[in-house]
């Protein structure tokens, strides 16, 4: 059941923290349909992979493996790419 609990907790965050972006984020830019499918795919994606993994499907471990994968290696691109760009300001990544 512990399991369970940290399911359900990880669920709730996820939740709020797609919440708080989209509704509380400071100079929100107009709505377009493919920035919601982009939300939809970043805020959608985990929760229901987090869901699925409730039903214990082989397949949903290999799912999050290449999902945190591809979001870990266009953290990294992202990074690389911000780092190696010349900048007369300071650099915040966060």
Do not use: C, K
Request: charged share 10%.
């Amino acid at each position: 059941m512990l399991i369970r609990r940290i399911q359900g907790l990880l669920l709730a965050l996820a939740v709020i923290s797609g919440t708080w972006h989209i509704m509380l984020s400071v100079n929100p830019p107009p709505p377009h349909p493919v920035s919601w499918l982009w939300f939809g795919f970043l805020i959608g994606m985990p929760i229901l992979l987090m869901i699925l993994m409730g039903f214990r499907p082989r397949w949903v471990v290999m799912a999050v493996v290449i999902y945190a994968t591809i979001g870990l290696a266009l953290d990294i691109a992202t990074l690389v790419q911000e780092l190696s760009r010349p900048q007369e300001g300071s650099l915040v990544v966060g």
